[in-house]
């Protein structure tokens, strides 16, 4: 019963260095989300998979890369780390028009 | 652009107080307007609004939509100290791939 597994939890990165974000989900769900949250400015969408093998970009792409691996996987890259992607990460998916499970996020550090 | 406002950002109560929590939209395509309750991790799944005028209910929270007026509020009575969270408002569009999220209402509930 894990639903959205997101790994790592926390990351530290230099500005430059390059990172995969991994999510995993075990609810059959066609759709997976990427969304990064800063303070006071809720939840923004970077990228999001309908289905497997298509992605799209959401409100703020610039920056990251996704690849849809499979049905279960979806993965946020950072090519090339700046201050301004510290921010925590939440994983989601979903299936038709039903509520979005998310899963416990990542907390990335750029310094 | 589609936009979700919520108010207040913040909300100080006391115990056994009874608070409402506003969220406005502005979403081309609207299909639902979801609660979630955030609390120092992933959000979780409060409520989903479809259809105007009906109120969804669990235990002292409650929710309803309007659909002419674009807003929805979200009740808490009775507030407990372990309301105390951030409440995210979020819309989503007919096809379920954009789920755009407010900035949130903290919620501190003191003792």
């Known amino acids: 019963n894990a639903g959205v597994t997101q790994t790592p939890k926390f990351q530290v990165l230099k500005t430059g260095q390059s990172m995969t974000l991994q999510c995993a989900q075990d609810?059959?769900?066609?759709?997976m989300y990427w969304y990064r949250q800063d303070p006071g400015m809720g939840l923004r969408l970077i990228y999001y998979?309908?289905?497997?093998?298509?992605?799209d970009k959401g409100e703020v792409p610039n920056g990251y890369n996704v690849s849809r691996l499979n049905k279960r996987e979806f993965s946020l890259r950072l090519e090339s780390a700046a201050p301004s992607q510290t921010s925590v990460y939440f994983c989601?998916?979903?299936?038709?028009?039903?509520?979005?499970?998310f899963g416990s996020g990542t907390r990335l550090t750029v310094v | 652009e589609d936009k979700v406002v919520q108010s207040p950002l913040s909300l100080v109560v006391h115990e056994g107080d009874t608070v409402t929590l506003n969220c406005s939209y502005e979403v081309t395509n609207f299909r639902s307007l979801l609660w979630y309750k955030q609390e120092k991790k992933a959000p979780t799944f409060l409520f989903m609004l479809?259809?105007?005028?009906i109120e969804k209910k669990s235990g002292r929270l409650s929710s309803i939509l309007d659909k002419k007026e674009l807003f929805s509020i979200l009740n808490i009575t009775a507030t407990q100290t372990g309301d105390s969270a951030v409440y995210l408002c979020a819309a989503l569009n007919q096809a379920g791939t954009a789920l755009i999220f407010g900035k949130g209402t903290t919620l501190s509930v003191s003792s």
């Open positions: 998979s309908a289905s497997e093998g298509t992605t």
């Open positions: 989601a998916s979903s299936e038709g028009t039903l509520g979005y499970t």
């Open positions: 479809t259809s105007s005028g």
């Open positions: 609810m059959n769900h066609n759709s």
